[in-house]
């Protein structure tokens, strides 16, 4: 039976997390892994709602050595809760504040003194770790099993690709979840299967950011989203020395990549992956619009739809995005297969309008959409802008410098924020009910 350790092979005393002032070991961490796993309830699935990034990983890890699954659902929303407790009528929550959920609650609990040394737990690689839900951006959320020893592939090589393998004076600060995958891979998994630390805090507002950055003593680097970055960029924010920037779960203005470059003095990279894969490939997008594979990882196109094998995937995995494939390691994206359109008999995809959209000068932020059209209706193409100083005769007026006519979204709405969620998505449900909210009164 293979095993795999439960964090990367590293001094015991070396650092594990910085928590709210103080700095945790390895030793630290497994000793209360092993504490908690010790008094969890005995049932089979759990939904880890800590907030605090450290206690998630205790949680995690507590919930692996238990045998238990943990489910990483894209929201908690009652009617998704429910449809959990009935898909797995064994499931509690673990919490480390007032978070409300209707699950059974187990409240993070205070642990004992750690020992001073613990052994490292290994665990089978066939064990069921987690259960990771599809964001519902496109659909219903769509449930994809992650076993250990994939999930100790997927973090090592993410961390050999950005050359922080075994780096234990790294410290990893993250703007996203745990809850979500690209947290649960980028900010946590790298530092305990990667041989990194990070930071427990999940900072929010730019000068969040750069308060926790600060604070660290040491090399750092940053694990955030564009919409983070667009605000840390638009504040002025000043940072301290990065190691790099990591970011995903949107596309990515080569300008905004090219400005936190200059800003900060440090590389920015992106993450491409999925869900049902995982991390699939990264590039730096200041260099071009090659994507690069992880490796051990290819690609191979049948027909419209490009398959990912190898490495840490389960199998082949069909991706959904219109991909330009180079080789069986390079591609271009082109957008998703679901955002393509045809209007008048024309095709693009929403990746593209929306780039132009957020292109124009005074448009702080900005989604084209497609609403839902009645049956013989031909599409017609809204738009939600945040744009103060501007109107719509304006953006409509930049739109035909850069867009086909028949693109252009009508009608064009004015709203304070868009629906975002915590990682910067724009789900399509929000979307659909702030323009069924809101449409009659925008201006076009």
Known sequence: MQVSALIRPRP????????????????????????????????????????????????????????????????HTPDFVARLAAHYPDVYALRDGDQAIALPIVDFPELPTAPASVEVPQVPDDRLAAIVFTSG??????????????????????????????RHDLTIVGTVPSQHMYGFESAMLIAMLGGTSFDASKPFFPADVAAVLDAIDGPRALVTTPVHLRALINDG????????????????????????????????????????????????????????????????????????????????????????????????????????????????????????????????????????????????????????GLDAAAILHALRQRIDPVFLPRPLLFVDALPRNDTGKLPRAALLALYAKSHAGGRA
């Open 237 to 388: 924010m000043a940072l301290p020395p990065l190691e790099f920037v990591l970011c995903a779960t949107a596309p990515l203005d080569p300008a905004l990549a090219q400005a936190a470059e200059a800003a900060y003095g440090a590389p920015l990279y992106e993450i491409y992956g999925c869900t049902e894969a995982g991390q699939i490939a990264t590039r730096r997008t200041t260099d071009g619009e090659t994507w690069l594979t992880m490796d051990g990882l290819r690609l191979r196109a049948d027909g419209s739809t490009t398959y990912v094998s190898g490495g840490h995937v389960l199998g082949e995995v069909p991706l959904g995005d219109v991909i330009e494939l180079h080789t069986p390691t390079e591609f271009r994206l082109c957008g998703r297969t679901a955002d393509m359109i045809n209007v008048a008999g024309k095709r693009t995809s929403l990746a593209n309008l929306n780039h132009h959209l957020n292109a124009i000068e005074g448009v702080r932020e900005g989604v084209i959409f497609l609403p839902e059209q009645a049956q013989g209706e031909a599409p017609r193409l809204a738009a939600f802008v945040v744009a103060p």
């Open 137 to 166: 951006s496109q659909g219903d959320p769509v449930p994809n099993r992650k076993y250990w020893g994939l999930l100790v592939q997927n973090a090592q090589a993410e961390a050999r690709r950005l050359g922080v393998l075994d």
């Open 12 to 75: 015991m005393h070396a650092l594990f997390a910085h928590r709210q002032g103080q700095a945790l070991s390895a030793n630290r961490f497994v000793a209360d892994a092993v504490a908690l796993a010790a008094v969890l309830p005995a049932r089979g699935h759990v939904v880890n709602l800590c907030a605090d990034r450290y206690r998630f990983a205790v949680g995690f890890a507590a919930a692996l050595l238990r045998g238990q699954v943990s489910l990483l659902p894209p929201n």
